[in-house]
């Protein structure tokens, strides 16, 4: 059975930080594309940041460029977004994502975890 578990969102102010992280189980972790999405209310889900397999590629979508990062630990399964100088617009609820393929869509998703900023 696949899990995806995400943890480490929360309340915090502007220009905070936040570590997200995603342990994932049931999958071949290190073969993984991973992305994190995000949800804001009202809104659809969007592209926030992926890396691949190999972990040497990267990409985010432009509004967090600079601030956040990605990167993965394939010894403990976990990838994580590391997000600094948040704004209140980042605030949503936050999704980690992985597929075996990159040229499919994600298939294996977590839960979420809630990521509000204040102003």
């Known amino acids: 059975q696949v899990q995806l578990v995400e943890s480490g969102g929360g309340s915090v102010q502007a220009g905070d930080s936040l570590r997200l992280s995603c342990a994932a189980s049931?999958?071949?972790?290190?073969?993984?594309?991973l992305g994190w999405f995000r949800q804001a209310p009202g809104k659809e889900r969007e592209f926030v940041a992926a890396?691949?397999?190999?972990?040497?590629?990267?990409s985010y979508v432009d509004s967090v460029k600079g601030r956040f990062s990605i990167f993965r630990d394939n010894a403990k399964n976990t990838v994580y977004l590391q997000m600094n100088s948040l704004k209140p617009e980042d605030t949503a609820v936050y999704y980690c994502?992985?597929?075996?393929?990159?040229?499919?869509?994600?298939?294996?998703w977590g839960q979420g975890t809630q990521v509000t900023v204040s102003s």
């Open positions: 890396i691949n397999w190999s972990g040497d590629s990267t």
């Open positions: 049931g999958i071949i972790f290190r073969q993984c594309d």
């Open positions: 994502a992985a597929r075996y393929n990159s040229r499919r869509d994600y298939n294996y």
